[in-house]
Each structure stands twice: as C-alpha cells, then as structure tokens.
C-alpha cells in the first residue's frame, strides 16, 4: 500500500495513489482460483460457459496450447484445434469469469516459448512429441 502525502499539489503523487486503486480493484474482481500448470506445446481441454439468452451451457475447447501472453490479471492463451480440416485458433483470458476449469491432457516437449510454426506445417509433421512422466 503506497502512503502519499502530496506536497504542494505534486500530480506524481496522485499517480501512485491511482495505481494503487487500480491494483486493489483488479484484486478484489478477480477470484483467486487454483489453475494448473501448463505452458506452450500442452494439450489442454477449456470448459468454457456459453450463454444464449437465458439458458446456460459448458463447451469444451480442446487444442493445442500455442502461447501464453501477458502477466497478472491481463495474462491469456491461445489454443489451436483442427476443426473439419481447417485450423481454429482461440484465445482465452486467463481469469475470465466464464472460464469454467482448465484440464491439462498431455504435456508436450517444445523448445520455443510460442508455436506459431504450427500453423504452416499439418499431417504427421505437426505431432509433438509427449513427455514421458
């Protein structure tokens, strides 16, 4: 908590006092919920809420992790599936309110931090190889 006693009207303590709100807002909203470890290369399952009109539904995104982005409360990840043929890819917010859990299915080995290689290669030579646990 950042303690600030302005002098003589100074706007640099008005700032730290304003991001100080901001971070104990961002806090209070989002609800700190267990989310498994996964990274670039994992396979993951996303049981994400559908809302149409009044009736409530789960739908499951299963893919390919291909980038985690961002830190804190603004962190996302981006998911790729073949649908009929054609490469889907979708990002999630991390702490999204309608992010109903996170399944971990395979962990796979990458060297890269982001797979964007993916996209341009199919059939056998966009397998990745699954860590042995």
């Not at 985690?68 to 979708?90: A, D």
């Amino acid at each position: 908590m950042y303690i600030c006693i302005p002098i003589q009207d100074c706007p640099e303590s008005k700032i730290l006092i304003i991001m100080d709100l901001v971070k104990v807002a961002t806090n209070a909203i989002v609800e700190n919920r267990e989310l498994p470890t996964f990274k670039a290369g994992d396979t993951v399952t996303v049981h994400y809420k559908i809302i149409e009109g009044t009736k409530e539904r789960i739908q499951q995104y299963q893919g390919v992790v291909l980038q985690r982005k961002g830190s804190g409360v603004t962190q996302t990840f981006t998911v790729r599936k073949i649908s009929n043929g054609v490469g889907v890819e979708r990002i999630f917010p991390l702490f999204s309110p309608k992010i109903d859990k996170v399944v971990v299915d395979k962990r796979g080995i990458v060297r890269r931090a982001r797979i964007f290689y993916l996209r341009n290669i199919s059939g056998k030579k966009a397998r990745i190889e699954e860590k042995k646990s």
